[in-house]
C-alpha cells in the first residue's frame, strides 16, 4: 500500500504542475490576446506568435482567426487545466489515511462528470467551426472511457463508506 501512496503523491504533484501550466499557459494567452501584448503576426497576417514576456521569442504559434483561437486553443488549454486538476484531486485520494470518505467520492464524481459530459459536446461544437482530426475524436473517447472507469470506482467507494459506516456503528 505505501507503493501505491507513494506513486499517487507523485501522480498528484505532478498533475498540480499540468493543471497550473496550462491554467497559467491559458490567462497569459487570454491577456496577450486581449490587448496585443507580445503578440506578433508573420505569414501575411496568417498566423500570430504570442512570445515569452518581454522577448521577441516565440512561446506559442496558433493560427490569426478567431473560430482557431477560441475552439482549437484557448478552450483546449482551460479544458486540459481543468482536467489534470480534476486529476490530481483523484490521485490525492489514494494518498489520504482514509480512503472511504464523503470528500474524496465528491472528487470521483466531478473526475467522472468532467470526463463523460464535456468532451463530446465541446468537440461537436468545436466541429462546426473548425476542422476536427481524427485523433481528437481518440481523445474524447478515452475521456469517456475514464469517466466510466472513475463511476465505477466512485462506486466502490460509495460501497466502501457505507460499509465503514456500518462497521463503525457495530463497534
Given amino acids: 500500500m505505501n507503493q501505491s501512496k507513494n506513486i499517487s503523491k507523485i501522480l498528484y504533484y505532478l498533475c498540480i504542475v499540468l493543471s497550473a ?15 496585443g501584448f507580445a503578440v506578433t503576426t508573420y505569414k501575411q497576417n496568417l498566423y500570430l506568435h504570442i512570445n515569452y514576456p518581454f522577448t521577441e521569442q516565440p512561446f ?3 493560427e490569426n482567426n478567431y473560430p482557431y483561437i477560441i ?20 490521485f490525492k485520494v489514494f ?3 482514509k480512503l472511504f470518505t464523503e470528500g474524496n467520492i465528491i472528487h470521483l464524481k466531478r473526475f467522472y462528470i468532467y470526463n463523460i ?10 466541429s462546426f467551426f473548425v ?11 478515452i475521456h469517456f472511457m475514464l469517466g466510466i472507469f472513475c463511476y465505477f470506482l466512485a ?3 460509495k460501497q466502501g ?11
Fill in 71 to 90: 475552439l482549437s486553443f484557448l478552450l483546449v488549454l482551460l479544458t486540459y487545466g481543468i482536467f489534470f486538476w480534476l486529476s490530481a484531486k483523484v
Fill in 155 to 157: 462506486n466502490i467507494f
Fill in 21 to 35: 501550466g496550462y491554467l497559467i499557459t491559458f490567462v497569459y494567452s487570454v491577456f496577450c490576446l486581449l490587448t
Fill in 60 to 62: 506559442l504559434n496558433i
Fill in 161 to 171: 463508506l457505507h460499509l465503514q459506516n456500518e462497521q463503525d456503528l457495530f463497534i
Fill in 131 to 141: 476542422e476536427v482530426e481524427g485523433i481528437i475524436w481518440g481523445l474524447v473517447f
Fill in 95 to 97: 494518498f489520504q489515511s
Fill in 117 to 126: 459530459f464535456c468532451p463530446l459536446p465541446i468537440v461537436i461544437i468545436a
